[in-house]
C-alpha cells in the first residue's frame, strides 16, 4: 500500500481501479514549411474545424452540467479567434513556421501572460488557453487521442499529468470514478468541472502515476489523498467512509427548499458570493436566496482596455434576471495593482493590501466609477439591485459617491433612460476604521456587509496570505469580535441590517456565534450554503445561551 498526498479540489471518496490517461501535448512537431500560403490555408481550415469540435463539446456539457458551466467551451472558441493570438499565429507561419507549432508557441505566450498576474483565478485561465490550443493543433496533425474511450468496460479513476477541461468533460459519466493529477490548481475549469458534476478530485499528487496504471486505488478528495494497493482493512475503512459521505451529501440536499430559520424562530438570509456568470448556476443548485456579493473586479482583470457601459450592463443585467427580487449586490470596483489592470494608473506597490485599492482607484478615476454606475442603473429595472462601496473608510468617500449617483440619476431622468429608483447603497466594513464609525456610516446608508478577512488582517496587522502568520492569524480573535459586534449593534441601532461575508460566514464554528450577534444575513460561496444551512435549521436555545455563557465568562475563542 503506498499513500500519495496532493491537494484535494472537489469531494468525496472514489474506489477502483487506476486508469493513467496520457495526452500528446509534448509531441507539437517542429519544422520549416515550403509553402507558406498552403501553411496559413492549412491552418484557418484547421481553426474552422476546431471551432465546431468545441461547439460539439459545448453542446455535451450542456446536458452534462448547466448552460452556465459550459460556457467555458464558448470561451475556448473566442480565444482562438483573439486577434493577437490569430495575428502572433499568422506572423510565424509567414516566417515558415509550421502551423503545429506557430498555435503552440502562441498559446504559450499568452499563457505566461496570465501567468504574472496575481489573482489565482486568472492565473487558471492559463490552462484554459492551452486546452484550445490542443484541440486545435491536435486536428492540424489529424489525431483523435480517444477522449472519453476508457479501455476497460468498468468504472476507473482517471490519472493524468494534467487534464483539460475538454478531456474533463468527455469522459463518459459511467466510466467515471474520480480523477487525480500531477498539476493543476482549484480554480481551473477542470476542477470547477469536477466539483459540478460530484466527481471526487486530488491535483499535485508530486509523483509520476503512470507506473500505477491498472491497480486498485482509493481518491480522498477532502483530505487530498491518493492510496494505491490499499490493503483490506484500509479498503474496508474507506468504503464505510464513502457510505457515510454519501448519506451526508443527501442529507444536505434535503436543505433545498427549506427556510434558514432557528428552532428559536430567528430567520438569516443565506446569499451567495459569486465573481463570474458562470457562478450562477451554482447558486441557485446551492439554493442561494440572491447574490450576496457579486465581485465585478472580475470584469475589469486581465484586459487591455476598461470595460464599456454596455458591456457592464449586459452582465448585470443577466445577473439581475437570474435572481429578480430575490436581489444581487453589486460590489464596485474593488481591484489594485497586481490585478492585470494596466490601462488604469496603479503604483507599483510592496504592500497592495494597505495601498491604492478599492474605493480610492474609484476617487482618483471618476469615469471608471461614473461609467459603472450608468451601467448599474440602467440594469437596475430588471430586478433588484444593491450596491456595495468597498474600502470604506471615511464619510467623506460616501459623500462623494452620493453626489455620483445623484449625478447620473438626474442625467437618466434628463434623457428618459429607465432606471429603478429603489436602488440600496451599502458599504463593505473592511476597515478597523469603518467598523469604528459604523454608527456614522449607518446613517448614511442602507446597509453595511462586514467583510471579516480584510477586517482580520487589518486588526491584526498580519497579512492573511503570509504562511509564516499562519500560527499567528486568528480570525477568532477578540478584537475582532468586538468590532463585529459593534458594527452589528449600530447597524440596527439605526434600523439597517448588516451581513457577514469572508471565511468566517463559510465557517461552521462561527455560524452559531454569528446568530447569537443577530446577523441579518450570511454571504458565502456557493458550496457552502447547504451546509450553513442545516447549522442554521439546527441551532436551538440551548446553543445560543451556551454562546452567551462563554462570552459573560470572557471566553471569546470561537
Known amino acids: 500500500m503506498k499513500e500519495l498526498t496532493g491537494k484535494g479540489v472537489s469531494n468525496g471518496i472514489a474506489i477502483g481501479k487506476l486508469w493513467f490517461f496520457k495526452n500528446s501535448l509534448l509531441d507539437i512537431p517542429d519544422y520549416e514549411v515550403d509553402d507558406v500560403e498552403a ?66 508557441e502562441a498559446a504559450k505566450k499568452l499563457a505566461n501572460m496570465f501567468k504574472q498576474l496575481d489573482d489565482e483565478y486568472f492565473r487558471a485561465r492559463c490552462n484554459d488557453i492551452i486546452d484550445a490550443s490542443h484541440i486545435l493543433m491536435m486536428i492540424l496533425q489529424k489525431k483523435n487521442e480517444g477522449v472519453g474511450n476508457v479501455s476497460d468496460d468498468e468504472p476507473v479513476i482517471v490519472a493524468a499529468t494534467d ?18 493529477t500531477n498539476d493543476g490548481s482549484q480554480n481551473s475549469h477542470t476542477s470547477i468541472l469536477a466539483r459540478t458534476m460530484g466527481i471526487p478530485s486530488v491535483i499535485q499528487i508530486h509523483e509520476p502515476l503512470a507506473g500505477y496504471s491498472g491497480m486498485t486505488a482509493i481518491i ?22 464513502r457510505e457515510r459521505f454519501m448519506n451526508q451529501q443527501q442529507r444536505l440536499k434535503n436543505q433545498i427548499g427549506l427556510p434558514s ?23 441557485k443548485a446551492n439554493d442561494a436566496e440572491g447574490i450576496g456579493l457579486y465581485r465585478s473586479e472580475m470584469l475589469f482583470m486581465s484586459r487591455e482596455s476598461c470595460p464599456g457601459e454596455d458591456e457592464q450592463y449586459e452582465t448585470y443585467s443577466t445577473l439581475l ?17 497586481g490585478k492585470g489592470m494596466d490601462y488604469i494608473d496603479l503604483p507599483h506597490e510592496k504592500n497592495p ?18 461609467t459603472q454606475f450608468r451601467a448599474l442603473f440602467r440594469a437596475s429595472v430588471h430586478g433588484k439591485l444593491s450596491i456595495l462601496l468597498p474600502m470604506i473608510s471615511s464619510m467623506e468617500e460616501i459623500d462623494y459617491v ?96 448588516v451581513a457577514i461575508s469572508g471565511q468566517l460566514a463559510c465557517d461552521t464554528a462561527a455560524t452559531v456565534h454569528l446568530l447569537t450577534y443577530r446577523a441579518d444575513e450570511l454571504i458565502m460561496i ?14 436551538n436555545q440551548t446553543d445560543i445561551n451556551n454562546i452567551l455563557n462563554l462570552y459573560k465568562n470572557n471566553r471569546y475563542l470561537w
Not at 493590501?353 to 461614473?370: H, M, Q, W, Y
Open 39 to 104: 501553411e496559413l490555408k492549412r491552418y484557418h481550415d484547421g481553426m474552422a474545424l476546431a471551432k465546431k469540435q468545441l461547439g460539439e463539446i459545448y453542446d455535451n456539457a450542456c446536458r452534462r452540467v448547466t448552460k452556465d458551466e459550459s460556457v467555458i467551451f464558448k470561451t475556448h472558441i473566442m480565444i482562438l479567434e483573439d486577434s493577437k493570438f490569430v495575428q502572433s499565429v499568422e506572423t510565424m507561419i509567414k516566417k515558415r513556421v509550421n502551423a503545429e507549432s506557430a498555435v503552440f
Open 163 to 180: 487534464l483539460f477541461p475538454s478531456d474533463t468533460i468527455s469522459f463518459r459519466e459511467d466510466q467515471l470514478l474520480g480523477f487525480v
Open 220 to 241: 480522498d478528495g477532502h483530505l487530498g489523498k491518493l492510496i494505491v494497493d490499499p490493503d483490506i482493512n484500509t479498503l474496508a475503512l474507506y468504503q464505510a467512509k
Open 261 to 283: 430559520i432557528t428552532k428559536t424562530k430567528q430567520y438569516v438570509r443565506l446569499s451567495a458570493e459569486i465573481g463570474r456568470l458562470e457562478d450562477i448556476a451554482k447558486a
Open 321 to 337: 434576471r437570474a435572481f429578480g427580487q430575490q436581489g444581487v449586490c453589486v460590489c464596485t470596483l474593488n481591484g489594485g495593482s
Open 353 to 370: 493590501a494597505l495601498g491604492f485599492k478599492g474605493i480610492r482607484i474609484s476617487l482618483e478615476n471618476p469615469d471608471v466609477l461614473r
Open 402 to 497: 452620493k453626489r455620483e449617483i445623484e449625478s447620473v440619476k438626474q442625467d437618466f431622468a434628463l434623457k428618459k433612460i429607465d432606471f429603478s429608483d429603489d436602488v440600496k447603497l451599502g458599504v463593505l466594513v473592511e476597515t478597523p476604521a469603518a467598523a469604528i464609525i459604523s454608527d456614522e456610516i449607518c446613517k448614511q446608508v442602507d446597509f453595511v456587509t462586514v467583510g471579516t478577512d480584510n477586517l482580520t488582517q487589518y486588526t491584526l496587522a498580519m497579512d492573511k496570505d503570509n504562511q509564516k502568520l499562519a500560527d499567528f492569524y486568528r480570525p477568532y480573535h477578540p478584537a475582532v469580535r468586538r468590532l463585529i459586534k459593534l458594527t452589528i449593534d449600530n447597524a440596527h441601532k439605526n434600523n439597517k441590517k
Open 526 to 539: 456557493p458550496s457552502n450554503l447547504l451546509k450553513i444551512k442545516a447549522i442554521v435549521r439546527e441551532t
